[in-house]
Structure formats: C-alpha cells, structure tokens
C-alpha cells in the first residue's frame, strides 16, 4: 500500500473518530434530559412563513413509508423516514395550544402496511384527542400508502398532476433457487409444517402457499378498499372499480371522489385556516435536532459523483443487499 493511501485511511478514521467524540458531547444535554424525565427532548420548532401567535404545523411525509429504525438521524446526520419522530412531532402539536391546525405534506409512493396503517392511526389519534383539524397537501407522487395514509385527514387537497390512488396490496418473492444451483448451493430444511417455509426463496412456490399468499393479499385489499369506502364515504362497489391498483391524476382523482379540491400548497394553508377559524398564523416545522455534520460534509464533498458507474454499481449493490429475505406486504406503487 502506497504511502498516500495509508494517509489518506488514517485521516478518514482520526475523522470517524472526531465525529462520534461531538456528536456525542453535542448530544450529551440531550440524552441527561431523556434518562432523568423519561422521555425524549421536544423537537426543534422553526417557523417557516407567516406571523400571529397561532401556528399550524407542517410534517413532511416523504420518500417509502417503511421504518426500520426508531432513530431519524444515523450517526452521521443524515435524515432517513421515522414514524417514531412523526408520533412526536404529533404529540408535540397535541399539546402545543397555540396550535390549531396541522398540513401533512405527503409526498411518497407508499411503503409498509403496517407502518402506514401505524401512520393513518397516528395522525386519527392526533384528531381526536386534540380536536386539531387536519389537511394533506399532496406533492408529486401520494399513491397506495400514500393515500392510505391521507385518508386520515379532513380534507386532501392534490395538484392537478399529482400521481395518487394506486388502491392496492403487493407482496414479491424473489426465487433464487435457480441461481443457487448454478453456483452448487443448498438448503437442506427441517420443518414442523408445510407452509412454515413458505416464501422461501430458494424453495419453488407450490400451489397450497400461493393461494395462503392471496389470501392475505386479499384480506389486506379488502381492509384498505373499506377503508376508503368510509372515510371518502364512498359506495364500496364504487371503490372497487377504481382499485384496480391503477394510479390517477389529481383531476382524475377529484372526479372519482377520491381528493376534495386541486390546488398548490397554499391552497391547502387557506383550508387549514378555514378549518381551525382563524385569519392568519405562522407555519411551523418540527425537526430532529442535528449531531454533528461534520464528517457527513467531509464525506459529501469528496465522494465520487453519483452519475459514475462505480458509484451506480455500489448504489445498486447496496439497495439490493438492504432487501430483506423475509416477504412483507406494500402498500406501494412500484
């Protein structure tokens, strides 16, 4: 190894190592807060727009509705989807009285039934205990979990472009079994039963799994197809003829009944206004209060850029080896 390189491994682990030291010390208030009262600190309240004292709340729903951590913030700062920190940020709004209303800006494709039915829960939780009215703002893409989680709100507002519905359950197994025995690997399995490895992906998919499969599957449809016949009050046969798992426009959307209005965000401000009956208030955002940076912004500045094939390959290797073995039910649009 070449002295450069030796240099170069021992600055980036003195900087690993300085990172951790003030992340930690930077975080040391923060953890004596949460062992003496029990609890975590309140998130950081920034104000976005507007004045007065009364303040609605924005939370930003963004990206694939899936929590695999309970932390929104990894050791180097960087911000990952937690339902863990939207819960707070929701208990945060229930007890603030100057809040009188709550934007949830949803802007994703789905993700993790149980996380988005934890979600919807969540914020009707938040709804009925603290009588705050609630409006979705949809972005870009608010599909299958997306629009589960929307359906909690008391009024869904999308842009006329704005891709949503997808009213839907999907569940893959991959197979490996083929490329296994290319490669002169495999499993010998031990089992109490005939479908306790069902999924497995280096077993074939027989006939009584497969229809054990779809029977969830269609448990799981029939739950979010009611879901929406309520809370969009909805005929269920109505709903069924659009939950082909198709997504739609927002003009679409408003035609089928599935969103109140079109309009821009600030659209949706003027119904949370209207809602909560007042004339003006600030916007307000709840965040994690940040560790250090300081590494992350090193590492930033001197990765190689996205766009090169080592770095397309490492990003692809790295999503495909993040896949769990074990199936789970989306909703999500893929």
């Known amino acids: 190894m070449q002295r450069n390189q030796v240099l170069a491994l021992v600055i980036i682990g003195a900087l690993v190592v300085v990172s951790v030291i003030a992340s930690n010390l930077l975080t040391l208030d923060d953890r004596s807060m949460t ?6 600190p309140p998130l950081q309240e920034v104000t976005l727009d507007g004045k007065g004292l009364h303040k609605i709340v924005v939370i930003p729903i963004q990206g ?3 929590d695999t951590s309970t932390d929104s913030l990894d050791v180097f700062g960087a911000s990952q989807f937690s339902l ?4 707070r940020a929701l208990k945060q709004a229930e007890k603030d009285d100057a809040v009188k209303a709550m934007i949830l800006k949803v802007d994703s494709p789905g993700g993790s039934v149980v996380v988005s039915d934890a979600l919807y829960r969540a914020i009707l939780r938040f709804k009925e205990q603290s009588g705050k009215p609630v409006v979705v703002s949809m972005g870009t893409v608010a599909a299958s979990g997306g629009y589960y989680i929307s ?3 008391d009024k869904i507002i999308a842009y006329p472009d ?3 519905g997808s009213i839907g359950v999907i569940m893959t197994l991959p197979n490996y079994g083929t490329l296994a025995k290319t490669i002169g690997y495999e499993e010998v399995v031990f089992k109490s039963g005939p479908l306790k490895d069902m999924g497995d992906p280096l077993q074939p998919v027989t006939e009584e799994a497969r229809q054990a499969f779809q029977s969830i599957i269609d448990e799981t449809f029939t739950h979010f197809v009611s879901l929406v016949s309520e809370r969009r009050q909805m005929p269920l046969q109505e709903v069924m003829d659009k939950a082909t798992g198709a997504v739609y426009t927002g003009s679409q959307a408003l035609r089928f009944g599935l969103v109140d209005d079109l309009g821009d965000f600030e659209r949706a401000v003027k119904e949370a206004k209207s809602l909560a009956k007042i004339d003006e208030a600030r916007l ?3 965040r994690e209060k940040k560790k250090s940076t300081f590494l992350l ?3 930033e500045s001197h990765k190689a850029p996205y766009d090169e094939p080592l770095s397309r390959l490492a990003n692809g290797l790295e999503k495909l080896l993040a896949q769990e073995r074990t199936p789970k039910l989306w909703f999500i649009w893929r």
């Open 84 to 87: 863990a920190t939207i819960e």
């Open 35 to 40: 062992i003496s009262e029990g609890t975590l």
């Open 297 to 299: 912004d090193w590492l």
């Open 162 to 164: 704005t891709l949503t």
């Open 64 to 66: 694939v509705i899936d």
């Open 284 to 286: 307000v955002e709840y």
């Open 151 to 153: 359906l909690a709100a």
